[in-house]
């Protein structure tokens, strides 16, 4: 999912957030790891790419941010490789961030670039708790 702020198109929004909702019924507790994460990676890095073959790396840093969203928890050891990536920073777990940057088929300075527009965002309250929460408060489920 595109989220576009301000225009829906790329060169005039303000803000474009790419979002894929991934929720899990069955597996709420079980954490991704990065093989769950292999396909996103690819997609998100072809698509920051084609967007830097469009607008200057400054423009895209400004303007385009790509979240994975989910009700599971997400491992820290994935957390930590995605931090390091991005901050430039002594590799935690060195096998895992070359995994990453290889999918990312990016260069080390642009996949660094790319790993900084990318946040995992997990263990998310599930469907059902998020419906029941807002059937229990009126106020917040009719937006007043």
């Known amino acids: 999912m595109g989220l576009y702020i301000g225009s829906e198109m790329l060169g005039t929004a303000r803000l474009v957030r790419y979002v894929p909702l991934k929720h899990s019924t069955r597996r709420t507790t079980e954490p991704w790891t990065a093989s769950g994460l292999e396909t996103t990676i690819r997609v998100f890095a072809q698509l920051y790419a ?12 400004q303007r385009f941010q790509f979240s994975f969203t989910t009700n599971r928890p997400v491992a820290p050891k994935l957390l930590e490789t995605i931090a390091d990536i991005a ?19 990016l260069g080390t300075a642009e996949a660094a670039w790319f790993f900084r527009l990318f946040s995992v965002d997990g263990g998310g309250a599930g469907l059902w708790d998020q419906r029941n929460l807002l059937s229990q408060n009126p106020a917040v489920s009719s937006g007043h």
Do not use: C, M, Q, Y
């Open 50 to 61: 084609e967007l830097l073959e469009r607008f200057p790396a400054k423009d895209i840093a």
């Open 87 to 105: 901050a430039g920073a002594k590799r935690r777990h060195p096998k895992l961030s070359r995994t990453l940057v290889r999918w990312s088929n």
